[in-house]
Each structure stands twice: as structure tokens, then as C-alpha cells.
């Protein structure tokens, strides 16, 4: 077995987006990919194409990104449908996205003309997306009115396209709703200004909250990261949405070490052994991930049991307190996310004793974790 290792299961990448699709009513479901599936594909070109087919094959009908490598990609494994970029893209990076035929963010009169003349040169159609800032206050133009000036200047020019427009929202995972109903009047106004002269535009602005929590931000399309790969946009376990994780993480034991009282582990001395026991030493760090503040914190799944990691988390290994007769040998399997039996250890579990979240710990899983796929 290897020595640290993730497994993500397709099949239940595809389970989610049905899971979304139905819960999106009748609008378009763009599966958010960037990032390599939120970690869960192997790095290449070949892991996204594997999590943006299984996401096109659950009812995802576009895929968005956030750079324009990660677009590009897409393009030359042979995805055709409908590409986003969300993210900045230079100069030549734009000239590069309009020959590929994808589609743009786009918010200054800058990023604009720069889509039109590569679309002018290509004799293609630069496929542009206006984004209004309604109150993230990262990218996008907070001013409705120069919106409303960009979205007619590309309606105007043969070059361009006006395919939609687009916003984000800062709160929708979280309990105070005010915030996020004041972004949804702001682009709500903003997009029924344009529809009266563009109705064929498509206006999408929910993330995977907004879009399980409030039907009203649905609009014409959703974009959904997290969810797609069963993961809970509020913390808490993903089958209350009825998501399936779609990632399994685990290591194996490297070392068992028979414990008297007094004996310690790790740096520091954060675990000393109160009775015998046997420790099982993981060679799985934070170098691969696995946060150092997990130490004496979290769990994993062994033989069944759910066993605590004790002392600190080091580079490349991590200890765990098996107990005075443990049913394990060196070489067995410990599940550091994922399910076995009936223990569970989820993501929304480590990111809540690492106070992050399970965006984090899944995009942080790396170092030497070998990563795969599987249906």
C-alpha cells in the first residue's frame, strides 16, 4: 500500500450534481473545477478532465475555473462544453482564451477591448461575462452604471458576445441572512436592467450555499464548487444535504511501538502514556497536509475504530494511541478521511478542530499523497 494516499470516486462526483441540478430548479448548473477538483484530482491535465466529465455526466452543463491555464486545459483534453474563467487573465492569456473559445469575467473597459481585438484577430467571438462586485469586494466593478456601460459596449461590437452577468456572494454560508439578501437586491436590480436589453444574457450568481439555502439567488445558472465533491458549504455533515464525499484520505502504519506509562511521543513531549498501550506511528505530516494543529485533536479510522492522533503532528508522521491490545500489524490501513464500517471521518471534522475550513483541508491534501481516481 502506499504510504500516503487519496482516492476520489467519480461516480459520487456525479451523485452530487444530480443532487444540485435538482436542487437548482430549471437554471444551468456550472460545476466549479479549478483548483484540480478542490484537490481531489491528481495534478494534470488528465485529473480535471476525469472530476469535469464525471460532473458533466451527473447534469453539470458548464464548467468554470479561475485561471487560464486551468481553462486551457480543459480545451486540449477535449472538453467542449462551456469553459468560465472567474479569475485575471494578462494580456496574452485573453488572446489565448478567445481562440480556445472560452468564456470571461470581465469588469474593466481594459479586459474588454483586449477580448474584442483577440476576437477580431481570430475571427471568432470573445464570450464575455460582466461581473458586478454587489459587496465580496475582490473582483468585478462595484459601480452598476460602468456595468451597465460595459455590458452594451460588447453587445455592440460584432467581435463580442454578451453571454451574462455575474456576481458573488460573501456570506451565504453563513446564519445572518441580511448581508446576502442586500447583495441579491443589488444584482437582481442590475440584472433586470440588462435583460430588458439583452434577454438572452444569462444572470448567475449562487455558490453551492446560496444555491442550497435560497432559491431566489438561482437566476438563470448556479456555479457550484464545494458541493459537487460532497463537501458542506456550512461545516456540518454533508448528508444533510444529501451530498456524498467524494474523497477518501489515507496512510498506513509504518511503525507499532509498545508503550510503558511515562513514555512519550512526538516533539515536545505532548503525549506521555498514562498505562500501556501501543502507538502506531503514520508516516503522513503536514507536509502532506495533515495540519499540525490536528495533534491530540483528531481521529482516524483503524481496523474499524475510531483511534485519537496524540502528541504533535510533524512533517512526515503523525502517532496514534491504539490501546493496550490492538487487532493491527504494521502495513495495515489508517483512513484519515473517509469511512469504514460504521466510523466516519469527515473533512468538516478536521477543519472544525483546525478552526478552518473543509475548502482548506481538502485543497491542502499534497505534498507525497499520491492521488487518484476511481468510479
Not at 268 to 292: L, M, S
Not at 319 to 332: R, S
Request: net charge negative.
Amino acid at each position: 500500500m502506499l504510504r500516503v494516499s487519496s482516492v476520489t470516486d467519480l461516480s459520487a462526483i456525479a451523485r452530487n450534481c444530480g443532487v444540485l441540478n435538482e436542487r437548482s430548479g430549471s437554471a444551468l448548473l456550472c460545476a466549479v473545477v479549478k483548483a484540480n477538483g478542490y484537490g481531489h484530482a491528481p495534478l494534470g491535465g488528465d485529473g480535471m478532465l476525469a472530476v469535469s466529465t464525471a460532473a458533466l455526466r451527473g447534469g453539470a452543463t458548464w464548467l468554470a475555473v479561475a485561471a487560464a491555464d486551468e481553462a486551457l486545459s480543459l480545451r486540449a483534453a477535449g472538453i467542449g462544453c462551456r469553459v468560465l474563467t472567474m479569475g485575471t487573465a494578462s494580456t496574452e492569456e485573453v488572446d489565448r482564451l478567445v481562440s480556445a473559445d472560452c468564456d470571461l469575467a470581465v469588469w474593466s473597459t481594459e479586459a474588454v477591448d483586449q477580448a474584442l481585438r483577440s476576437a477580431g484577430t481570430t475571427g471568432g467571438k470573445a464570450r464575455l461575462h460582466v461581473k458586478l462586485d454587489t459587496g465580496m469586494g475582490r473582483l468585478g466593478t462595484g459601480d452598476p452604471a460602468f456595468a451597465m456601460e460595459l455590458v452594451e459596449r460588447i453587445a455592440a461590437d460584432p467581435n463580442g458576445e454578451l453571454v451574462g452577468v455575474m456576481t458573488h456572494f460573501a456570506t451565504a454560508d453563513e446564519d445572518d441572512d441580511s448581508f446576502l439578501l442586500s447583495q441579491l437586491a443589488r444584482f437582481s436590480d442590475f440584472a433586470a436592467e440588462v435583460k430588458a436589453k439583452a434577454p438572452a444574457a444569462l444572470a448567475h450568481a449562487a455558490n453551492s450555499a446560496a444555491t442550497l439555502r435560497l432559491p431566489a439567488t438561482h437566476f438563470d445558472m448556479v456555479r457550484c464548487g464545494i458541493a459537487v465533491y460532497g463537501l458542506d458549504p456550512f461545516g456540518s455533515d454533508p448528508a444533510n444535504q444529501g451530498l456524498s464525499p467524494a474523497i477518501e484520505w489515507r496512510s498506513v502504519i509504518g511503525r507499532l511501538s509498545r508503550f510503558a506509562p511515562g513514555d512519550s511521543a512526538g516533539y515536545g513531549r505532548q503525549f506521555i502514556a498514562d498505562r500501556e498501550t501501543v502507538v502506531a506511528t503514520v508516516p503522513v505530516g503536514y507536509a502532506d497536509g495533515y495540519r499540525r494543529v490536528l495533534g491530540g485533536r483528531a481521529e482516524a479510522i483503524v481496523s474499524g475504530r475510531r483511534v485519537p492522533v496524540v502528541g504533535r503532528v510533524s512533517m512526515d508522521n503523525i502517532a496514534l494511541d491504539l490501546g493496550p491490545e490492538p487487532e493491527a500489524e504494521v502495513g495495515d490501513e489508517v483512513v484519515l478521511i473517509g469511512s469504514r464500517g460504521e466510523e466516519t471521518v469527515l473533512a468538516e471534522d478536521l477543519a472544525r478542530l483546525a478552526d478552518t475550513i473543509n475548502y482548506e483541508i481538502v485543497t491542502g491534501i499534497g505534498g507525497r499523497t499520491v492521488k487518484t481516481v476511481a468510479e
